[in-house]
């Protein structure tokens, strides 16, 4: 098993091919299409609504008092830096200028920056900060890379007799996809179409120099991001450099002691190893390989990883238990979704048997040797049908990954997740990565209608809920739901919540499990 | 009288002028030379003192927690910029770092930096700064200048399972004089060359491309705190350049209107000018060009604006009443001294004769006709004498100015001056700017004992209280008075409160009134 273990010769190789991956970004600059002001409406999502008071037309020259501020739209979400120029206007400024710049996902999160911090992550995400400027006119390019739509300028102190002046926003955005969207595949509905569009600008936004999860937070590449991401990439911007130097990243940062692939490493300012494994996310690195080589992606390389993809699942066959379904390791993070007390056996299994099918899919593409790899899949999908499949699964988690991972196939897998999903009783999804992972069993299971439903009634919603790009956490029932103890700390442009535009431009990828 | 109002050729060669004595800074890097914390202590300066807590062999992997915090002292007042070397200790970095960097001039600013603002100037001059930091390791170096002794880090937030650490801290300090003070003269007593030192240290922080008044607060070219400056200038550092560049700055700014020379101006991002005008600034005009040409400066220069020196007088004469004596000119700023209330007539009233008599001194000196200004002088002062000292004048302000002026003069003038200096009723200087000018005029009376005494009570009873520079504001008994509401708004290090050494180094000098 140790053999499959990257040596340093093999993690330097993929450093080495990472770097010469790094492509320089695609700059554009932006300038605010409006003046807003939130307001508060219990109708709105978190509470908040964005109204336009006033044209772009009126910013240069806009005087700014202490104390004073304006919000303003960037006109879609994006990226970047935020350039001010800023003079003053009344007396010669006898003081330094005290400025407060924000930039916001949502409306809530700038309409409620002042609100004491109730979460557990680290409130440095948050897009806040203060600056003092002590000449002016000046032009201020904030050094921050940020993220979001509205810019929030507030003057903390200007000085005595006279005020801040705002002469010219601008925003200088960056992504390695294009600034401009692909255009929707013909025959969409206009929904599906800005379901389509919304995507795509998610996407966009999370590609940077890797497969960002989020270019808010935590602005990392993650393992379980990057496999949807690049199903999304594969129908849309094509970057299987992006996708390639991600993967070299992490394949970098295998874990020493066990070849565990890493759910996620750092960039910067030298790549680095995070501490973080999750146990699904390893066994995702079969379909992501399997993936890349279908987009193109370089046969070498993936030949390479092919041996790493495989240890993973060696890895998990090792968590059998007596009865041949697996137990969820002790001292591993078995993530499948965003859902406290959520019973991750039935899915882990799940995914472990999707995860041998990819790898079988993949051997078989490049002509390796699986062994008797095929008959252990039969094991696992007669163990976990034995164990799971006999009684209704308790959550949609379960009933997913049974089906993606073929534990139930045809008409029972059919009507087995029909009936989950039709259950007011069964646990729902926590958030949009596993909601995709529903959406796919239901293509898998042939109900593209349903699926379709499902889409536009998940994604739809936060359509309508005013989401210009597609959200980390999304639960209709629960606005200010966060996993991390304050809802201004999700991720408004979350990667993971990018795949309805593979299910509506490439469905019949869509019908095969990886 | 227009004719002397600078042409708009004359300030364009002025600006130019300026521009060309427009040196580099001598930089230099130092290290921090103790830990300390701030204790409060009712016996104390303001109520705090700083305990010394630790070596400074101790901040190389110092590792600070959300909310911990680390006071350093730079080993003495310096003005630059801070630099930091940062790292982690614990789990990978999972977000940014927020960083909040304060430099203080003194311990109470340090110790209650969290208390509410209740000033009237812009507390955007708080050098109290947040910084969020996206990579760790990392090297950052803060780009605003700061002034202080105590520098205080605090780590606002860091992340889930790690901390801080702060590698290195390192202060990059500039100045247009040099790092080491000139040695104090031989014959000083132990305190007097303390009190030398410490003047000398104010006056290297406040040489920077202009003289400015504080490092901290305003950062800028004022006329008054020019010309004391220049005296302690003459007798250490002797850098003409600079005395030259900051005069052809303000003369280029003098007000169109009337020829009004300016109280002040700015210098970035482009020289220009600020609103204002102090009457009693303005005629210390004559005395700067005499002592700039004292030493040295430029005769071409000075006899260029020896006409707008003369011009300030002009204006001055104008205020005066029918009984030949000035009435303080509405509209305009007269400022004598921070002290409210103080009757400022019989004191502009000296600051005139003593205009006049260096004018007087100046033309002569270059060979200039100076008129029937010598007859102008005799009868203002006999006006003065008339109506301000036959009888005891109110404040040390009125005597010490009627003595420079020579209103008062030989015996009468040593009565007068040691009765007022005697009296407690008194009204007492607010500050060190007209404590300055009455030791001058002690000085001129021939009590140097007297005059000497004084400093080492004033200027000592500072550096009893712990100042390693000259502050703007000193009461002893009043530690947290403040012109501007707020005693951390005070500037600590003010190029007013440096004249001691002149006295020290120079007292035969001090024997002369302009």
């Known amino acids: 098993m140790s053999s499959a273990i990257p040596?340093?010769?093999?993690?330097?190789?993929?450093?080495?091919?990472?770097?010469?991956?790094?492509?320089?970004?695609?700059?554009q600059v932006f300038a605010p299409t409006a003046l807003v002001q939130p307001v508060e409406d219990a109708s709105a999502w978190q509470g908040w609504r964005m109204q336009r008071c006033g044209d772009p037309g009126e910013l240069p020259g806009l005087r700014l008092a202490s104390g004073e501020a304006v919000h303003l739209d960037l006109g879609e979400h994006r990226v970047g830096q935020i350039e001010l120029e800023l003079a003053s206007a009344g007396k010669p400024p006898d003081s330094p200028l005290r400025l407060r710049l924000r930039l916001s996902e949502l409306p809530g999160e700038a309409a409620e920056a002042d609100q004491p911090y109730t979460g557990v992550l680290s409130h440095a995400w948050y897009q806040d900060e203060v600056v003092t400027i002590d000449e002016l006119p000046c032009t201020l390019r904030f050094p921050r890379r940020l993220a979001g739509r509205w810019l929030s300028l507030v003057v903390v102190a200007a000085g005595v007799g006279w005020d801040a002046v705002v002469r010219a926003v601008r925003f200088h955005a960056v992504t390695s996809a294009t600034h401009q969207l692909p255009p929707p595949p013909t025959g969409l509905t206009p929904p599906q179409a800005e379901i389509d569009r919304v995507c795509l600008r998610t996407l966009r936004d999370c590609m940077q120099t890797v497969f960002e999860d989020g270019p808010k937070r935590d602005r990392r590449l993650w393992t379980g991001d990057l496999r949807l991401q690049l199903l999304a990439n594969g129908v849309s911007f094509k970057s299987t450099a992006l996708a390639e130097r991600s993967l070299c990243l992490l394949a970098a940062f295998t874990r020493a002691s066990d070849g565990a692939f890493p759910a996620c490493c750092f960039e910067r300012p030298e790549p680095h190893a995070a501490a973080d494994i999750i146990a699904d996310y390893c066994l995702a690195l079969p379909a992501i390989l399997r993936e890349l080589l279908r987009q193109g992606g370089d046969r070498e390389l993936v030949r390479g990883l092919a041996p790493l993809?495989?240890?993973?699942?060696?890895?998990?066959?090792?968590?059998?238990?007596?009865?041949?379904?697996?137990?969820?390791?002790?001292?591993?993070?078995?993530?499948?979704?965003?859902?406290?007390?959520?019973d991750r056996q039935a899915p882990l299994h799940g995914v472990l048997c999707w995860a041998l099918d990819a790898w079988l899919g993949l051997a078989s593409t490049l002509g390796l040797d699986a062994g008797d790899d095929a008959a252990t899949l039969a094991r696992l999908r007669t163990a976990g049908h034995t164990a799971f499949c006999r009684t209704q699964p308790p959550s949609w988690a379960a009933a997913a990954w049974l089906v993606l991972g073929g534990v139930v196939t045809g008409a029972e897998a059919r009507r087995l997740l029909l009936a989950v999903l039709d259950d007011p009783a069964s646990v729902r999804p926590g958030g949009p990565y596993l909601m995709h992972h529903a959406v796919h069993a239901l293509y898998l299971v042939g109900e593209r209608d349903r699926a379709m439903t499902l889409i536009e009634a998940y994604w739809g919603g936060m359509v309508e809920r005013g989401a210009d790009v597609f959200w980390e956490i999304y639960d209709p029932d629960e606005?200010?739901?966060?996993?991390?103890?304050?809802?201004?700390?999700?991720?408004?442009c979350h990667a993971w919540s990018c795949t309805p535009s593979w299910f509506l431009r490439d469905p019949a990828a869509a019908s095969r499990a990886s």
């Open 309 to 342: 993809a495989r240890h993973q699942i060696a890895l998990a066959l090792a968590w059998l238990g007596d009865d041949g379904v697996v137990v969820p390791p002790a001292g591993w993070w078995t993530f499948i979704d965003w859902k406290e007390g959520l």
């Open 479 to 492: 606005p200010r739901r966060s996993p991390y103890g304050d809802f201004r700390m999700n991720s408004a």
């Open 7 to 27: 040596t340093p010769a093999q993690r330097t190789a993929w450093l080495q091919r990472a770097a010469a991956l790094d492509r320089p970004l695609r700059a």
